[in-house]
């Protein structure tokens, strides 16, 4: 089975968006699930969240950083080409439910994954904000697709060359302290902004969801790889999430596991003369 | 007259020193005067005890004439009448406790090598014989099937003769299940086990990879999109962990993950094949069966200078087979019976650094007749050891219990059949392998699909 990219965008300098033609994760994704795509025979199994999904064309968004081997070899990937595996959708649905305000936290590419879950709470009624965090104006991804629907845009760099300088905690604690009522935060990120964005609504009790994205191979429950452990319970990310109670998740222990493979994943790329 | 020798026709072995840094087959099995002088030391006995052992129930006795007589193909057509998989088989099958566990020569003396004759015709006629065609009239009906490991293939294999269309789907991208992702390649060749795949291909199975039935498509969804039976044979893809401190550090695996690695990601051949796998230089495997040993084995050919086998009962209950034991031991493995591991402790990186173990002894035999373990108590001592690998069972995968309405399961995840019939609680839903009995063998995964087929043909024609 081979999958067509349809589209592909570049959305800054390392951040790339492709459309792929996958009917079976098209059909049936929900805002919150992930795939795993495979570049190439022999390829690593990389999960990706979905970005978004169209089941009419049978395609399915994807957006990801540069980061690592796999990834870069996926950006070589053009329109019309193929990718090996994709397979899908994985993970549960996010817990979306009706509430008066709910404020959306992205940090980079974390921005992809919320794009949806907001989206979706539009739809049902809910009125949104979203914060966008991004190191430069550069970074900061999905503005104009999230202005569709949010009621307020705020965008936080660590440069200040757009919205407020500064993380996007900062932005969030002085919504909270503005008198704006929230009744849930979502937070999609790396795991330190998670963590530090938990911190906070946890000082003003709101409750809180976080998306995981550990280290996993088959993404079905098999291999354990992407144990976390919520409220003193292991968890795995890629049946029992990826979203999970921000209050409950042990961070530290997050950032640790993602750490395990970091030396091969140096070493990888000059094996491979990359 | 029979050859009265008291022993099998030894096998050549690469030699365990050389062995245990390759990942290339441990046996090398039989030339074809090796099998043809084996042959002979059956006895052609008129009540065939090894077949009433064997879980699909090959003719073997004929075989072995055929064998005995050169008639390697003749032998191979008996064989594949009763099963698809013979070069499998003939490799992991535990044939002590079955086929051979019952043969009469086995009162004195060793008993007649069936696994090692099997093993030589299937890859005899991998090597020599041509294809021959087969014609098979389609009866119109369609058949899915979920999970292309043992159990998913043989009951494929089997309604495919009987002229149905057949869809096997596979959540990973390479079909096979614990024979691609979990059994390592100096037990089972990864070629060896993609041909075998192939020759039911041929037959016109349909297998479709990456389709998860529970997330990418549900049961009822192929009922409703024409299938009229589905089997399930999803396996027990769910590790099993201790629940003790420290087993979330970096180091630790499940066995399942440390094996998909090297064997279905290649990761042995990182970083040419892009997946690590990070294996330090004190290796400890936690259980003792057949997973544990693969675990170890392959931990020591990744260059682990010592390597554990850590196990809270005695060599006695090992659920291992005694060829793997046997191996393992030849390799250098070190086995740490009557020890158990009560917390796993790590250095100021978070990365494993010892494994706190209390000795043991055994008292009364439990519900699974073993003689149980007890802590000696104040016996607390820790091994220094950078990767701690858990092999102590599976259970089945919750993903199709959780999005199949109507279906039973047992308290533990398994899925619950009548087992004369292998019909689950859902109509038209059949169940068998480790997904109905939880890890259980190959050869017992592939006798519940073949019953399923029977149980499948014998409903959808309506007798």
Redesign the interface.
Same mark, same amino acid.
């Given at each position: 089975m081979v999958y067509k990219i349809v589209k592909k965008t570049k959305l800054n300098s390392l951040v790339e968006m492709m459309e792929i033609h996958a009917p079976y994760v098209a059909r049936k994704c929900e805002p919150g699930q992930f795939i795993i795509i495979r570049v190439d025979e022999d390829g690593e199994r990389v999960p990706l969240t979905i970005a978004d999904y169209d089941r009419e064309k049978e395609t399915v968004t994807i957006i990801y950083q540069i980061f690592g081997y796999s990834t870069e070899l996926l950006s070589k990937k053009e329109e019309g080409d193929y990718v090996q595996d994709f397979v899908g959708p994985l993970g549960q649905p996010s817990p979306l439910h009706k509430c008066d305000r709910v404020i959306g936290v992205a940090g980079g590419v974390g921005a992809a994954p919320l794009y949806p879950q907001l989206r979706k709470l539009s739809r049902m009624g809910v009125p949104v904000d979203v914060i966008i965090g991004g190191k430069s104006a550069e970074f900061v991804i999905l503005k104009e697709l999230f202005e569709e629907f949010c009621d307020n845009v705020y965008i936080a760099t660590d440069d200040g060359s757009l919205g407020t300088k500064g993380f996007v905690t900062n932005v969030l604690e002085e919504r909270i302290n503005s008198g704006t009522k929230y009744d849930e935060v979502i937070a999609i990120g790396p795991l330190i902004m998670m963590k530090n964005v938990v911190k906070i609504t946890k000082e003003y009790n709101i409750p809180t969801t976080v998306s995981l994205n550990p280290i996993m191979i088959d993404g079905t429950g098999m291999c354990g790889g992407c144990r976390v452990t919520v409220g003193g319970e292991t968890k795995f990310a890629c049946v029992d999430g990826p979203d999970f109670d921000g209050f409950k998740v042990d961070f530290d222990e997050c950032m640790q596991r993602q750490g395990m493979f970091r030396e091969e994943e140096h070493q990888c790329k000059i094996g491979r003369g990359m | 007259m029979a050859n009265m020798s008291l022993k099998k026709v030894a096998m050549p072995e690469q030699d365990p020193n050389v062995r245990n840094k390759n990942f290339d087959e441990v046996a090398l099995g039989y030339t074809k005067e090796m099998a043809m002088e084996e042959a002979t030391r059956c006895l052609n006995c008129k009540n065939k005890p090894c077949v009433s052992g064997c879980p699909v129930n090959v003719p073997i006795p004929e075989f072995i004439q055929k064998v005995a007589a050169g008639d390697f193909e003749g032998a191979y057509e008996v064989i594949t009448s009763e099963n698809a998989l013979p070069a499998i088989c003939g490799r992991v099958c535990p044939q002590e406790n079955q086929c051979e566990g019952k043969c009469v020569r086995g009162i004195k003396g060793e008993p007649v090598g069936i696994g090692r004759m099997e093993r030589f015709v299937a890859d005899w006629h991998m090597a020599n014989a041509k294809p021959a065609e087969v014609k098979i009239e389609k009866n119109g009906k369609k058949v899915a099937v979920v999970g292309c490991g043992p159990a998913g293939i043989t009951c494929a294999g089997e309604l495919i003769k009987k002229g149905y269309d057949v869809t096997v789907f596979e959540?990973?991208?390479k079909p096979g299940g614990v024979l691609s992702?979990g059994i390592p390649e100096f037990r089972l060749p990864k070629d060896l086990v993609a041909k075998e795949i192939e020759t039911v291909e041929k037959l016109g199975v349909d297998i479709?990879?990456?389709?998860?039935v529970g997330?990418?498509?549900t049961i009822d969804e192929l009922m409703e999109n024409g299938y009229e039976a589905v089997f399930v044979g999803s396996g027990a +893809?769910?590790?099993r %962990?201790l629940?003790i401190p420290g087993?979330?550090h970096? +180091?630790v695996?499940?066995a399942?993950?440390f094996l998909?690695?090297v064997n279905?990601?290649?990761g042995y051949k %990182?970083?040419?094949? =892009?997946? =690590?796998v990070?294996v330090g230089n004190k290796v400890a495997v936690v259980g003792a069966g057949n997973v544990a040993m693969d675990a170890a084995r392959t931990a020591k050919r990744l260059g682990a200078e010592e390597v554990y086998i850590v196990y809270r009962r005695s060599e006695e209950e090992a659920p291992a087979r005694l060829e793997e034991l046997h191996h393992a031991k030849e390799e250098g493995i070190i086995f740490k019976f009557l020890n158990n591991p009560v917390a796993i402790k790590a250095d100021e990186? +978070?990365w494993v650094s010892q494994m706190e173990i209390v000795k043991q002894e055994l008292g009364e035999p439990d519900e699974s007749g073993r003689r149980s373990p007890h802590p000696i108590e104040g016996s607390n001592y820790d091994l220094d050891v950078d990767t701690v690998i858990i092999a102590i069972g599976q259970s089945p995968?919750?993903?199709i219990r959780k999005t199949t309405p109507g279906l039973e399961t047992q308290k533990w995840g398994g899925i619950i059949v009548d087992e004369e019939t292998m019909k689950t609680s859902k109509d038209g839903v059949y169940a068998g392998g480790d997904t109905v009995t939880g890890a259980a063998t190959v050869i017992l995964a592939m006798g519940a699909g073949k019953k399923s087929a029977a149980a499948i043909d014998k409903q959808l024609q309506g007798e």
């Open positions: - | 959540a990973l991208h992702y479709e990879t990456n389709v998860i997330r990418s498509v +893809g769910l590790p %962990f629940n087993e979330n970096l +180091g695996y499940s399942n993950e998909t690695r279905l990601m290649k %990182f970083p040419e094949c =892009p997946t =690590p990070k990186n +978070g995968n919750p993903l």
